[in-house]
């Protein structure tokens, strides 16, 4: 298995412009979290999916961010208008309900000028 | 306040030597996993620990559980520069999402 992917690796991009990250989990995989990492704030959960349904979204930041699960092979993220402060790596995880660890993508290094 | 304190913020040795990052919470868990995280790459799940007291070991790597589940240590004989990175532990909620603490920087010079 490839793991898990996510794309694009980096993204710069201007205030104000509509920024859609993407996510492919793990097959067979059945949950789905999308993770924020700062310096100052280090991993914070953003949304979580369960078989494709959104659980629990309380950690989006704010009306400007959403999040879907169309199917169970793919996720996206959205920030509409982007600010400078949504400058982060974003982390994509998925796991098998029962078991206890994530595996992580690489992430999206996300850069808004 | 965080849910979980992790110390050291920074760390930074010479290769060969020992240390211990700590992970601490007032409150009580069932289980705790401790993370790795390279420059540039996600975090990489290296143990879970479930049961108070336990000690796993992972190479150089020893991991135990407090035995009243509310703390957990990391001790790394003789590390080596592959050793480097950021360690995490994380914790996870009702529904197994996991919540993280802020981690140690460990960097191990030549």
């Known amino acids: 298995d490839a793991g898990v992917i996510q794309s694009p690796r980096h993204e710069v991009t201007e205030m104000g412009q509509e920024v859609t990250l993407r996510c492919k989990p793990i097959?067979?995989?059945?949950?789905l979290f999308w993770y924020r990492q700062t310096m100052m704030r280090g991993l914070e959960l953003l949304i979580y999916f369960n078989n494709n349904v959104p659980i629990d979204d309380s950690g989006m930041p704010e009306d400007r961010f959403s999040a879907k699960m169309p199917n169970a092979s793919f996720s996206t993220l959205k920030i509409q208008p982007s600010e400078p402060r949504d400058s982060a790596v974003y982390f994509c995880a998925s796991s098998f309900t029962g078991d206890y660890g994530y595996t992580f993508g690489s992430g999206t290094r996300l850069t808004v000028v | 306040t965080q849910l979980l304190e992790q110390s050291p913020q920074f760390l930074s040795i010479q290769e060969g030597e020992n240390l211990t990052v700590y992970c601490n919470s007032s409150?009580?868990?069932?289980?705790l996993q401790w993370y790795r995280q390279e420059p540039g790459e996600g975090p990489v799940l290296l143990v879970t620990v479930v049961t108070g007291g336990e000690v796993k070991k992972l190479k150089r790597l020893t991991f135990q559980f407090g035995d009243a589940r509310k703390d957990s240590s990391l001790h790394i004989t003789a590390a080596q520069p592959g050793d480097t990175g950021l360690y995490l532990c994380a914790v996870s909620g009702s529904a197994r999402q996991l919540t993280f603490g802020s981690g140690t920087q460990l960097t191990v010079l030549p």
């Open positions: 409150s009580v868990f069932s289980s």
């Open positions: 097959s067979g995989h059945n949950s």
